[in-house]
């Protein structure tokens, strides 16, 4: 007889197998100058993007993808792209569960990861640490969802 109680084999399981960073680029167009101190702030654009592809029967990678532009004006200061994933086990969850796990669950696992990267990135740019604000993955989700596909 086991000590394990016979409910658990069925419970939804999402575990991670491995995190990795996939790609990271890091440019700065316009240095020394755009490295002068300056009065004026930079504008930033963050772009957040994520992208889910079943990788084995019960296996999935997940994809952040940041994109982040400083500018002041019209002159660039850095642009910096990072492109961070996890390799996730999902069990026994149910089918309608799947793409909201993957899309929702899966990149808020991920993105403390990714944001060190970026702040590392801009940091060692000879820029001040970009710290990215906390990204609602549910509403990034509910916004793809409601997007007319492309190939539809």
């Keep these: 007889m086991s000590d ?10 999402l575990g991670v197998i491995v995190q990795y960073l996939k790609d990271l680029s890091f440019e700065s167009p316009t240095a020394p100058k755009s490295l002068v101190p300056s ?21 999935y990678e997940v994809e952040l993808s940041i994109n982040a532009t400083a500018k002041r004006g019209e002159e660039v200061s850095f642009v910096v792209e990072c492109v961070y994933a ?25 993105f403390p990861f990714a944001r ?7 940091r060692d740019g000879g820029f001040p640490p970009l710290m990215l604000d906390p990204v609602d993955f549910v509403a990034l989700y509910q916004r793809n969802r409601s997007r007319p596909r492309a190939d539809a």
């Design 4 to 13: 394990q109680p016979q409910g658990d084999a069925q419970q939804p399981q």
């Design 86 to 110: 996890g390799l996730f086990s999902l069990r026994n969850l149910p089918q309608e569960m799947l793409e909201p796990v993957l899309l929702v669950e899966c990149p808020r696992i991920l």
């Design 116 to 122: 060190r990267i970026v702040a590392d990135a801009s």
């Design 39 to 59: 009065e004026t702030r930079p504008e930033i654009e963050v772009g957040v993007d994520v992208q889910a592809r079943q990788m084995g029967a019960a296996e």
